[in-house]
């Protein structure tokens, strides 16, 4: 139960913990490879728009209700559903969350895994004076090894475990408090490193300068979608945190600082990234394979390129698993509450049962033997419901809740007891905005209708 002794013990490790949930394999891996096959600048732009306008309005929704619920997912849509004199299906939100925050991780963690081999690799020096042909013979080893894959996926998903295992201020708060300031660290120095090695000028124009040409309803939906993932909305990770979120915070100014870091860690994620994709004559759009099969070529023929490999991929291993930490949350607070399973126990057993299905996921990257269900991997299954189904209804319900369900005094209350600008600001896009946009990306990923 989320009682009064499990909350943030301040505002500032709630927005740590928070922010750590957001920034991850999303904006470090996912945000440079999609605004690459986007086009660059003009879906850099669209994107950050679509975080401010539409994934930080849902936010506020998102904690609002967990704050207002105080438990898991599932009970919090209970209890504030019963407070609202509204329909117990809402707790829909709650169920959607639970179980497709427990897909993704599931997934998730077989790809932190790999990153934690490539911390491995460069720690035992593999990685020095590799070349284009070594590199692209590693990855294919990692992923003809399902063995390999597996040990990884379940040593990333023991550590997950742990930390969540050890509860909010066991351990949610030595992680977050330590690791974010690591990682930010990290991050500007490999940019300093990327922007004096690497084709500066090429990547700062290609961030920056967008060509709306290059832009069809298709990349902007995906930037809409993108958005959404890097946020951690849309799959009660937001909601679980927000129960646990002392009254005192303001969620609208919480809400901005949160995206505000995130926004800023994709960017400096795409300047410690693109300017070595640039100078090196790697391509753009080359998928899962951009990080774990061609930068390591890159480090290897750069100054300090040992130390930057090494570097890299810690930093994307903490922030991989900040942000399952989060995923694994919302199922690990059901189960405490439900079944009175203590939190160790909780988490074991549904770190347990995550790392099972992780299992499908291996197989479906194996070139070894693979595993295909009605002609797709399961993986890519599981990717396309949960982004493309679980999460935009997850945040179009989220939406049109706060927006048009909830008393007016419980929405001021929780987000803006002046009633101001701020709170008239949010209601419009809560109420409006969100559900239009949001019925439109899921409109196009059911029907394809554009
Ligand atoms: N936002 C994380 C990333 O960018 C992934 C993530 C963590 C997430 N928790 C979530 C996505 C909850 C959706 C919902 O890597």
């Known amino acids: 139960m989320a009682a009064s002794n499990v909350s943030w013990s301040s505002r500032t ?81 709650g169920w959607s969350g639970v179980i497709g925050a427990f897909f993704v991780l599931s997934f998730y963690s077989v790809i932190a895994g790999w990153t934690l081999f490539y911390v491995y690799q460069a720690a035992t020096g593999a990685l020095n004076d590799i070349t284009a042909i070594g590199s692209g013979a590693m990855f294919n080893a990692l992923l003809s090894s399902p063995v390999l894959m597996t040990i990884m996926h379940g040593l990333f998903m023991a550590i997950t475990v742990f930390v969540v295992g050890r509860g909010v201020k066991g351990g949610l708060e030595v992680a977050v408090t ?104 790697l391509q753009v759009g080359s998928g899962p394979g951009l990080i774990f099969e061609t930068l390591p070529v890159a480090f290897a023929q750069m100054p300090f390129g040992s130390v930057f490999g090494a570097a890299f991929f810690i930093l994307l291993s903490i922030a991989a698993l900040t942000s399952s930490i989060s995923l694994l949350e919302p199922m690990v607070a059901w189960l405490e509450e439900h079944k009175g399973i203590a939190r ?14 992780g299992i499908l996921t291996v197989f479906s990257f194996s070139n070894g033997p693979a595993v295909t269900v009605l002609g797709k991997t399961p993986f890519d299954h599981i990717d396309f419901l949960t982004n493309n189904w679980v999460m935009p209804l997850g945040g179009l319900l989220i939406a049109v809740f706060a927006g048009w369900l909830m008393a007016r005094k419980t929405t001021v209350e929780e987000v803006d007891r002046s009633e101001g600008a701020i709170y008239r600001v949010w209601h419009f896009m809560v109420r409006y905005l969100c559900p239009v946009a949001l019925s439109l990306i899921f409109l196009q990923f059911a029907f394809k209708v554009f």
């Open 13 to 93: 490790t709630f927005i740590f913990a928070a922010i750590g949930s957001a920034v991850g394999l999303g904006n470090i891996w996912k945000f440079p490879y999609e605004a690459g096959e986007g086009g660059g600048g003009a879906f850099v732009l669209i994107y950050i728009l679509f975080v401010f306008a539409i994934g930080v309005p849902v936010m506020i929704a998102e904690l609002m209700l967990g704050r207002r619920g105080q438990h898991s997912p599932p009970k919090s849509m209970e209890i504030v559903a019963r407070e609202e004199g509204r329909s117990q299906l809402w707790q829909v939100i």
């Open 344 to 357: 160790a126990k909780s988490a074991v057993v549904g770190g347990g049962l995550c790392f099972l299905v």
């Open 178 to 281: 330590w690791l974010m300031p690591v990682l930010f660290v990290l991050l500007i120095v490999l940019v300093i490193f990327s922007l004096q090695t690497g084709d500066a000028g090429e990547a700062i124009s290609f961030l920056f300068s967008p060509d709306f040409s290059k832009l069809t309803a298709n990349t902007i939906l995906q930037a809409l979608g993108q958005a959404f993932f890097s946020l951690s909305v849309g799959l009660g990770a937001m909601l679980a945190y927000g129960s646990y979120v002392p009254k005192d915070v303001s969620l609208p100014r919480s809400a901005v600082i949160i995206a505000s870091a995130d926004t800023g860690v994709a960017i400096l994620s795409g300047l410690a990234i693109f300017p070595i994709v640039f100078a090196f004559g």
